[in-house]
């Protein structure tokens, strides 16, 4: 088991370090990209001013320079210095991850909370009212823009009803983040429902589920002691994967809610042309990712002995 | 949902996404962008303006018949270039395995790894908004799942019977790629398309929301919503229509997948992501 | 209707043709699988799936290939039809060595050697039609004129016993026993010399069997084949075979006539497959064999089968198989202790064993 | 011991129901089971064995279900029975195994675990005492090592293994009858011969009753004392074991003892050309009229097309289903 963690742990450095050279590629190396991008809206900058720049940013040296110190400096934590604000970039998502951490949290949490019972009320009555009335719901709420049911959220809960506070952190309580949270995890939790139902229906009709009621045990206890387990196997999958598509959202919900997250930050650098915080930011969602993802195929292998001893 | 009907609704719901988008032109009542008329600015919807005016007093009926088009155009291409990426890395890493193999694997599991939406952004930044950007950007990111599903198809059929029975008769690698094993996972590959391109609808209209897609004045659906957000109070109905127009466009391209799903690819019922 | 039920022909049976050429050789083939492995993944280890084996094919003969799933004669398979690249060891093809190569011609061998499925339905590609599956290989190979290409297809249709008005559809359409002569058709389609038969009748209904098993011994008789039959149906092979080869643990134990094979087996391993098939006459107990296959990834120290093996003494366990030893009938046995258990096996066999 | 059979079947119609239309995909099935005995049902796939099996021990599922005919337990109508006493029946009385020992066992979930369920389920014991006895019934179909094995999962046992563990789950309460359907199908000769020796002896000593399901019938005449052969969803000739090889009275099951090449014919008799039964096996939905075989049988006559034969007693013991009977 443990030799399993640390491989699967291992596993995960070439993608991060396949992750860094493509955002170093993307700002650094694309041609004039920095440089126009440092300007507003691509208008000509003072060629003397450019100048001075590209030297005090270290532009002059060959690309494979520029990496490898752009590298060291990462594995002392250090994501550069912000164009805009002067400041560490390291400090400024310090400061936004503990937002956007509660955000994804507070929405996955929402989306299992209601999908997973959903989608498993639904396959026990394939073709019910419940099972058409949710599947409904969730193929509607995979089809809405985030911010569009955001929008209409904000509309009618905060401006129309006055129950909670239309946008931003406030005092971080729990009040500011039910509306963006809720938005967030509409689609995870359709997509769960949606996939809970499958696994479990797939799962009734697995042959061993033949083999546990040739057994004279109830509908109930198959379920229970059969179906659950393996469900919870494709279930785990979706959620895995959702977390990432998430983090994508969360850019869109955090910039409508005015919310002080990563994602706010990653949107108002791109749009103010902040490389560094820009790769600084990607790069914090990339890891948050994989970290996600390599906890939850350590998880898959104590629920699926197959994987364990692969 | 009962066997049919959501192929049917989705279809329809498509088809008229489709029609709409063909025949803006003609369908539209005004122009989308050049005929402000400060006159008519913030009207509510009326027998005049269907789905009422913005703050510059354009119809907003006519701008979202318009971002039909720039939504559709989006949503098909960019699924098309990430289809043939997917099928082309995927149907070649499983045919032929080896380090090819490790090496699709890996670009699959760099491009999960950064969530798409902020791939493409990132992407945005550097091209700079516009429709050719964001083809490229959207074109280049979605591809992950369509790989790895012909990459398992191709595992699984290249020990069948009859793609061995192929090469045991002399075909060379390509032609059993394209005769026997790609006619043989195209149902799964259509279904993710299909869903795909509502994917992308929903992306470009994010990034528009955003900033970084299609700019304003341009009509796209994302973009007017980008707008109409901050007369949310004063004019609800500028936020209603477009955003609308996204999820009944979306909605039919998940319905008509999931109905092709049925038809084309009855066992993978529970994968989706 | 074909065959009816009236009385049972004798088919002819080919007296033995010593000196008849060689049309496959297969010296010292070994097919080996690196397992485990990579980053973190603990040693690389070998699976030797087949582990140096010697065969010839006679032109217009049957060998049959039998032993347990796993053993490894579906390798050998592959490796003859230039599908796996073997490890170590000869193929030689109608004299021409096909190993030595960079990279086999797989044409070239494609209007050699053939191979007949297991499995009818998932054998045949299920969105081409008929015609086209057997019209695909016959342009690949240079026939293109229409006329040819059609008086052959409808030509080997009728050969494997379907109308050549078929050929417009779809396998779907066909039942099991239809589509495994669609894939006897495809196999013969470019005149091959060796066909493959890969359990060719498992997959299908017992009813069907018989139908199968007679057009294959039609179609070597009127079409001078030579066929490598792989099947662990026991009964299927005595009746289908000329020679026997039995596999174990990816090495031939012992290799004969079919007679021999049959009548006088030589190998304790024989002998267990041959107890094992139940006597359907009797409601008499099995012959078990204790023990199961080993994992070929760890195989037993000594003699492969000497674990399982009611007759392994010291020396089995000890010291591997000794070489395949061919006694002058061209019976081969890879075991210790064969001459003493044949003079058992005559004994017992007059005691009992199968009518 | 009594006249009372241990399970009986009479007139058994089991339908496919399909949207519109439903067909019966087996009709008129009726036979008996005593206790202990051994009793065989042969077919080709298709024909309906499996689905009367899964009928028996309740456990049709949609689009299948029973359309007439009683099946009796102990004289007990098992499908009037309350759903609660049916499931106390279910592998308490009645056990099954089935073909892939792979699919049939749960894969999360280790072996000893699985067998343990049936002694909480039917014997009101705790998991501890249920573990205990898992061990034990490990140990009874003579699984090496047991108290390790316990722990272990499906994919970490070979075919044969697992095989056995679908023996202990089924014998763990001690069933009256056992219903093997297809149980070594999926399996290589030699461990075929050990599946079928274990479940033989062990059923032998505890008077279990074996209703084994093949296609193979040679191996069901070598374990069983009678045989029903099945056709197209009906019964066409029911015998003693030890006869049906030598003087079988339906022109099928001539056909499927001279279809299959027998070891040693060819050594006793030469190589003959095998007879071969023309034609396919119809679909369910295909069924013909009359006598089910009569398209593919070579002594058919007008009778047989028009008229579906009854069962009819024979002289020397058995029963067949065929107008020209032997």
């Known amino acids: 088991m443990l030799s399993f963690v640390i491989r699967r742990i291992l596993q995960t450095i070439p993608t991060v370090l396949a992750v860094v050279l493509v955002i170093f590629v993307l700002f650094s190396v694309v041609p004039g990209s920095i440089m126009s991008s440092m300007s507003d809206d691509g208008r000509a900058t003072d060629p003397q001013i450019a100048e001075r720049m590209k030297k005090q940013l270290g532009l002059d040296d060959p690309v494979y320079i520029r990496f490898g110190s752009y590298i060291a400096s990462l594995a002392t934590g250090d994501f550069g210095t912000s164009f805009r604000t002067r400041e560490p970039v390291t400090s400024m998502i310090a400061k936004r991850a503990w937002p956007t951490l509660q955000l994804i949290f507070a929405a996955m949490t929402f989306a299992i909370v209601i999908g997973v019972p959903l989608g498993f009320i639904a396959a026990l009555r394939p073709g019910g009212i419940i099972d058409t009335i949710s599947m409904v719901v969730a193929v509607s709420g995979l089809s809405m823009a985030k911010f569009w049911l955001g929008l209409l959220l904000m509309y009618l809960f905060a401006l129309k009803l006055g129950w909670l506070p239309s946008f931003g952190y406030g005092d971080g309580g729990l009040r500011y983040l039910i509306l963006p949270a809720a938005t967030l995890g509409v689609s995870p939790m359709a997509l769960l429902a949606r996939t809970t139902r499958a696994a479990v229906l797939e799962i009734m009709t697995a042959d061993f589920v033949r083999t546990a009621r040739s057994k004279g045990m109830s509908e109930t206890l198959v379920v229970k002691w059969h179906v659950m387990r393996n469900a919870l196997v494709l279930i785990l999958t979706t959620i895995g994967l959702q977390l990432g598509a998430l983090m994508g959202q969360a850019v869109v919900v955090e910039k409508l809610f005015s919310w002080p997250g990563i994602g706010s930050l990653l949107v108002d650098s791109v749009l103010q042309r902040d490389i560094p915080a820009v790769q600084g930011s990607i790069l914090v969602v990339v890891l948050f990712f994989l970290t996600i993802n390599t906890v939850i195929d350590v998880l898959y292998a104590v629920i699926d002995p197959r994987i364990r001893y692969a | ?273 | ?355 | ?326």
């Open chain 2, 1 to 273: 949902m009962k066997f049919g009907t959501s192929l049917i609704i989705g279809g329809a719901l498509f088809a008229l996404a489709i029609f709409v988008g063909l025949l803006a032109p003609w369908l539209a009542h005004t122009d989308p962008v050049m005929d402000a008329n400060l006159m008519n600015a913030e009207e509510p919807p009326s027998w005049t303006w269907w789905f009422g005016t913005d703050a510059q007093g354009r119809d907003i009926y006519s701008r979202v018949v318009h971002g039909a088009r720039i939504s559709l155009t989006v949503g098909i291409v960019s699924q098309l270039v990430n289809s043939v990426i997917g099928v082309t890395l995927g149907l070649t890493a499983g045919y032929w395995g080896g380090w090819w193999d490790d090496f699709v694997n890996g670009l699959t599991n760099l491009m999960l790894a950064i969530p798409s939406l902020i791939f493409a952004l990132a992407i945005m930044a550097v091209l700079g908004s516009g429709l050719t950007s964001l083809l490229i950007a959207l074109g280049l990111t979605n591809w992950s799942f369509t790989c790895r599903i012909a990459r398992a198809s191709t595992l699984s059929l290249k020990n069948q019977g009859y793609v061995q029975a192929a090469r045991v008769l002399g075909y060379g690698d390509l032609r059993i790629m394209i005769t026997q094993l790609l006619p043989n996972m195209l149902g799964p590959i259509i279904v993710i398309g299909t869903l795909g391109m509502g994917s992308a609808v929903l992306a470009e209209a994010a990034l528009s929301f955003l900033g970084l897609g299609i700019r304003p004045p341009y009509p796209s659906w994302g973009s007017m919503l980008s707008e109409a957000r901050e007369q949310i109070t004063t004019a609800p109905w500028l936020s209603i229509f477009p955003g609308l127009a996204i999820f009944l466009t979306v909605l039919g391209l998940n319905l008509l997948g999931d109905g092709l799903r049925d038809i084309l690819d009855p066992q993978s019922r529970s994968q989706r992501a």
């Open chain 3, 1 to 355: 209707m074909r065959a009816g039920w009236s009385g049972a022909i004798t088919m002819h049976e080919p007296a033995a043709r010593p000196g008849d050429d060689v049309i496959l050789r297969v010296e010292d083939l070994a097919v080996h699988f690196p397992v485990g492995g990579g980053l973190l993944g603990g040693g690389r280890r070998l699976l030797r799936a087949v582990d140096g084996i010697d065969l010839e094919l006679k032109r217009g003969e049957c060998l049959g290939l039998v032993g347990e799933s796993g053993c490894g004669k579906s390798t050998v398979a592959l490796s003859i039809l230039g599908l796996q690249k073997p490890t170590r060891g000869r193929i030689v093809l109608d004299g021409q060595v096909v190993t030595d190569r960079q990279s086999v011609d797989r044409k070239a061998l494609a209007r050699i050697v053939q191979i007949v499925f297991q499995d009818p339905y998932a054998s045949l590609n299920p969105r081409q039609t008929v015609r086209r599956t057997l019209e695909a290989p016959l342009r690949l190979h240079g026939v293109t004129a229409k006329s040819e290409i059609d008086g052959r297809i409808a030509a080997m249709l009728r050969h494997v016993g379907l109308r050549p008005e078929q050929a417009g559809r779809y396998p779907h359409e066909f039942s099991g026993g239809q589509r495994q002569r669609i894939g006897i058709a495809r196999a013969l389609i470019l005149n091959p010399r060796i066909i493959i038969c890969d359990e060719p009748v498992s997959a299908l209904d017992v009813s069907i069997r018989a139908q199968i098993i007679n057009l294959l011994l039609e179609l070597k008789e009127t079409l001078g084949l030579s066929y490598i039959m792989i099947s662990h149906d026991l009964g299927v092979v005595e009746h289908m075979s000329d020679r026997v080869a039995v596999m174990y643990l990816g090495r031939i134990v012992e290799t004969g006539d079919w007679r021999e094979i049959f009548e006088r087996p030589a190998h304790p391993y024989t002998r267990t497959l041959i107890a094992a098939i139940p006597d359907p006459l009797r409601r008499a107990p099995l012959a078990t064999t204790p023990g199961e296959l080993p994992n070929p990834l760890n195989p037993p120290d000594g003699c492969a089968f000497s674990p399982r093996c009611l007759y392994a003494e010291a020396v089995c366990h000890r010291e591997p198989g000794p070489s395949l030893e061919t006694r002058p009938d061209g019976h081969s046995v890879r075991c210790w202790r064969a001459d003493e258990i044949a003079g058992q096996t005559a004994l017992a066999s007059t005691e009992s064993g199968h009518p």
């Open chain 4, 1 to 326: 011991m009594t006249d009372s059979p241990l399970i009986e079947v009479e007139g058994l119609r089991i339908d496919l129901n399909d949207r519109a239309s439903h067909v019966a995909a087996v009709e008129g099935v009726s036979f008996r089971i005593d206790r202990g005995e051994t009793f065989g049902l042969v077919g080709e796939s298709g024909c309906g064995k499996s689905i009367t099996a899964l009928a028996l021990i309740g456990l049709l599922r949609q689009p299948l279900s029973i359309g007439a005919g009683v099946i009796r337990f102990e004289g007990r109508e098992i499908q009037r029975l309350p759903a609660a006493e049916q499931r106390a029946l279910r592998g308490n009385r009645i056990a099954m195994i089935f073909q892939e020992p792979m699919t049939a066992l749960n894969p999360v979930s280790p072996v000893g675990q699985q067998i343990a369920e049936m002694f909480v389920l039917h014997k009101g014991k705790n998991w501890r005492e249920a573990n205990q006895l898992a061990v034990e019934a490990l140990a009874s179909v003579r699984v090496p090592a047991p108290e390790r094995r316990v722990k272990d999962y499906p994919h970490q046992l070979s075919g044969g293994m697992r095989q056995r563990v679908m023996i202990a789950i089924a014998l763990a309460c001690g069933p009256d009858l056992l219903i093997a359907d297809e149980p070594t199908t999926a399996l290589d000769v030699t461990v075929q011969a050990e599946i079928i020796e274990l479940m033989r002896n062990l059923c032998a000593e505890r008077g279990t009753a074996i209703l084994m399901i093949s296609h193979d019938l040679g191996l069901v005449a070598n374990v069983c004392r009678r045989v029903a052969v099945m056709y197209a969803g009906r019964i066409v000739e029911e015998r003693g074991s030890a006869d049906i090889f030598r003087a079988c009275s339906h022109p099928y099951t001539q056909g499927l003892i001279d279809s299959l090449p027998r070891l040693g014919s060819r050594a006793a008799l030469g190589r003959t050309r095998l007879r071969e039964i023309a034609g396919v096996v119809p679909a369910i939905a295909d069924f013909p009229d009359g006598c089910r075989f009569n398209p593919r049988c070579a002594q058919a006559t007008e009778i047989c097309r028009t008229t579906a034969p009854e069962l009819t007693l024979l002289d020397a013991g058995g029963l067949v289903r065929c107008h020209h009977h032997a």
